[in-house]
């Protein structure tokens, strides 16, 4: 991963000039320069990993795999949201760990948790670096040194039950690398985030992770059978049958807890067999509500494709101007359907017949192979926006069906409210990326000029959108989790009890306080 940028540096893009002068034409001013600082500039503080700290660390690990050279902190300073990468291409590296460690199982994991509590140093597991929320921040709180628990050595495929249709990962296994192990028993995750290519295993479930094709396969948490942990106090083996009524549910603590709690070191998934078939379509809608009431009527009609989105009128268009292509009226829905040849085709006449009842106008499969060929390559755009001095970031939420309208009107006039200069008013786009029977959620993409501080930008920007959020009754997220930016939306979203709940089952498993300072808890003034 790139210090500075999303993912592989070898793929890194430059700005087209036809995208420049959309860009200059959209929000009334041209692209300005806004290089980052050389690597080679960059200057770190010296480690302050205490001696005790690190011998107890090397007995854990081994010595070889407690790393403190420039190059790996520099790569675990934060995540990949702009803020994050505004600090770093500044050249803002003063927050870098003291220290990488790189576990090789779970015992290990467990040891190293173990010294840190002793010795006081905080700890931020790192998977694939993925974060857009800043749940990697390397954020001291009141210890004196950190360390970056990289779990990239728990790499194994541990069990496969191809009767039960089950799978046991390591956390620390990339998407793409579990697909492969898994493709050799004829099985599938199917999970498919934009992260797919760098985030992990256990990223997935610390974060609640949803991915394109949820309407088929579920969302990550859906998926999980069982997991263990590591945590201070020692190991908790969770999930022993697909059902349970033996009280509540105590993987629901580890699932979406972002290493506040313990660090996930395996997890048990439901999976399925490689699919057979893939028919992928489009369709257009004359409007957004029109294609917001069609793919209502798919998710509460029983008869699901395994992938459905829709974008709204602005998206739709902005899409097919980047991509060269003419765009359709109206808003445009990506649809799939996997399975056997004979299920894929089943399932893709029920849905055509739903989409064409509602208003949809069948438009073929090109659209859809324009929308997979750009699908990873939209953080890449984000960060040649930036080196152009344009911010563009994202955010997203869900709430049910009914407050769907209200609450993307709030948002997008909470954001255009905040980003507005004179220049003009920022680009909102917006698009319904996971369905279920009761709701939505909806994702928002905000391109806006830089300013003379992005960052302060984007900051008043996410305030804005947040409260409008929480004021609607929305989910402050639906999957890219709580981290830093959503820290003061928690008691809007669980409730004070509920904080005390959470805050009540830290102290259990992390007394010391050590995993993860400064995200999804609030601290008590």
């Known amino acids: ?50 001696a005790a700290a690190r011998t107890a660390l090397e007995a854990a690990v081994g010595a070889a795999h407690v790393v403190t050279d420039d190059a790996e902190r520099v790569l675990h300073t934060g995540g990949k949201s702009t803020p994050d990468l505004l600090r770093r291409r500044a050249g803002d590296v003063a927050a870098a760990p003291d220290a990488v460690v790189l576990p090789a199982d779970h015992a290990e994991v467990g040891a190293a948790l173990r010294a840190c509590a002793d010795h006081g140093v905080a700890v931020v597991p790192f998977g694939g670096g993925t974060s ?85 396969y579920g969302r990550f948490d859906a998926m999980v059978l069982g997991l263990r942990a590591a945590t201070p106090r020692g190991t908790l083996d969770l999930g022993r049958s697909p059902g ?79 991509s060269g292509r003419e765009a359709v009226p109206g808003c445009l829905a990506v649809v799939a359907h996997e399975g056997t040849a004979e299920q894929a085709a089943a399932v893709r006449e029920l849905t055509a017949a739903t989409l064409r009842a509602a208003g949809g106008t069948e438009l073929g499969g090109e659209p859809v192979a324009h929308w997979r060929h750009s699908r990873y390559s939209g953080p890449y755009l984000r960060d040649a926006l930036l080196d152009a001095g344009i911010l563009a970031e994202t955010l997203e939420t869900a709430t049910t069906w009914s407050a769907l309208p209200g609450l993307r009107q709030a948002v997008t006039d909470a954001l255009t409210g905040a980003l507005t200069t004179a220049g003009g008013p920022p680009v909102v786009t917006c698009h319904i990326s996971h369905v279920y029977p009761e709701g939505a959620s909806l994702y928002f993409t905000v391109v806006a000029a830089s300013g003379a501080d992005p960052a302060a930008r984007w900051h008043s920007a996410k305030r804005a959108a947040g409260d409008a959020i929480a004021a609607c009754g929305a989910t402050i997220s639906h999957h890219h989790a709580v ?3 959503h820290l003061p939306w928690m008691e809007a979203e669980v409730g004070a009890l509920g904080l005390e709940v959470l805050r009540a089952v830290k102290d259990v498993l992390d007394p010391a306080g050590v995993l993860n300072p400064g995200k999804l808890v609030p601290e008590l003034p």
């Open 1 to 50: 991963m790139s210090w500075n940028a999303w993912g592989d540096p070898a793929h890194a893009t430059s700005l087209p000039e036809s995208v420049r002068a959309l860009v200059a034409d959209v929000l009334g001013a041209p692209p300005c320069p806004s290089p980052s600082v050389a690597r080679e500039e960059l200057e770190l503080p010296p480690s302050a990993l205490p």
């Open 132 to 216: 857009v929320v800043g749940g990697v921040e390397p954020l001291r709180g009141r210890f004196g040194a950190l360390v970056a628990l990289d779990l990239r050595r728990l790499d194994r495929l541990v069990a496969v039950d191809e009767v039960a249709r089950t799978a046991t990962l390591q956390a620390g296994l990339r998407t793409p690398e579990a697909e492969e192990l898994l493709a050799a028993h004829g099985l599938t995750l199917g999970h498919q985030p934009q992260s797919y290519e760098y985030a992990t295993i256990g990223g997935y479930a610390a974060t609640r992770s949803s991915g394109q094709s949820s309407a088929g």
């Open 244 to 322: 349970t009524a033996a009280g509540p549910d105590l993987r629901q603590l580890l699932l979406g807890s972002e290493g506040t709690l313990g660090v996930i070191t395996e997890v048990t998934l439901r999976v399925r067999p490689l699919p057979e078939a893939r028919l992928d379509e489009a369709w257009a809608f004359p409007d957004f509500a029109t294609g917001t009431a069609a793919l209502r009527a798919l998710a509460q009609g029983g008869t699901r494709p395994t992938l459905v989105r829709l974008s709204d009128e602005t998206e739709t268009f902005v899409n097919a101007a980047l």
């Open 483 to 485: 981290g830093t930016d």
